[in-house]
């Protein structure tokens, strides 16, 4: 069983405890994540079968890891999140995603710059929002672009993790938004191989807790440090499978 590999790390069992808190008062969450979940799953499969992988995992534990790998929300998962090159640049965010937040700092940014935001602002629980969505009023239809591309919110910015102020995030799995679905999938396969390499060593975990704490722990990395440090342990731990 690989579970008892992905349990072996504490933090795995906060997660999923998170996740039933976060439920209980957003029940329409689980059956958005189950469709999710159910994308994801096919992509797993297939990039697993093509590296010959496929056997070695039960088809309960990839529903798990998979599932694990949805929910998590962790800085590490928003840090490893960070991956541009996932979009595709459909705009199906622009065109669907509602509130579309704007933080106080933001808001009076705006206001106090030449900045071309002609959209309506309005206050919005604690903060602010455009009050036109599904479409935003800068969401250009014909190509696909923001017209305020480079002033755009960080909601827009941080998409599909969203972020509500500067200290609450979420992930929120779509199964329209190929970013979404790319993440989970990558981090799904991560998940597996360092299950597998768990299983076949007992002592790579060890290994790989002092490589991260080594890599990820100083505080004052900026963001974009870490989003390469991540992603460069991520990429050398799936061994780029797809
Ligand atoms: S501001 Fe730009 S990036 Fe944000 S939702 Fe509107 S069109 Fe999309
Ligand atoms: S973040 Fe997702 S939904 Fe938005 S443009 Fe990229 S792939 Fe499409």
Redesign the pocket.
């Known amino acids: 069983m690989l579970l008892e590999e992905l349990h072996k790390r504490e933090y795995i069992d906060s997660i999923f405890n998170q996740y039933e808190e976060l439920t209980k008062n957003q029940p329409e969450l689980t059956s958005e994540i189950f469709i999710f979940e159910r994308t994801v799953s096919k992509r797993v499969k297939k990039i697993l079968k093509k590296s010959r992988l496929l056997n070695d995992v039960e088809r309960k534990d990839i529903k798990e890891i998979i599932h694990f790998s949805s929910i998590a929300f962790t800085e590490g998962s928003l840090v490893a999140a960070l991956r541009l090159d ?9 065109e669907n995603c509602s509130p579309i937040y704007i933080t106080k700092k933001e808001y009076e940014s705006y206001e106090n710059s030449d900045k071309i935001v002609t959209a309506e602002i309005v206050p919005f629980e604690g903060g602010y929002k455009f009050e036109e969505d599904r479409p935003c009023e800068h969401f250009i239809r014909k190509t696909k672009k923001c017209d305020i591309y480079n002033e755009r919110p960080t909601v827009c910015r941080a ?2 993790i969203l972020i509500k102020d500067e200290n609450e995030y979420q992930f929120r799995p ?1 199964q ?5 679905v790319e993440f989970v999938v990558q981090k799904a396969i991560t998940e597996i191989t360092t299950c597998l390499k768990i299983r076949e060593d007992p002592d790579f975990l060890k290994n790989l807790e002092n490589l991260i704490e080594k890599q990820i722990p100083v505080k004052e990395d900026n963001l974009e440090d870490r989003v390469k440090k991540w992603n460069k342990i991520a990429d050398d731990l799936d061994g780029k499978l797809d």
């Open positions: 996932y979009c595709n640049r459909c705009g199906w965010c622009c998409f599909p779509n329209f938004c190929k970013y979404a």
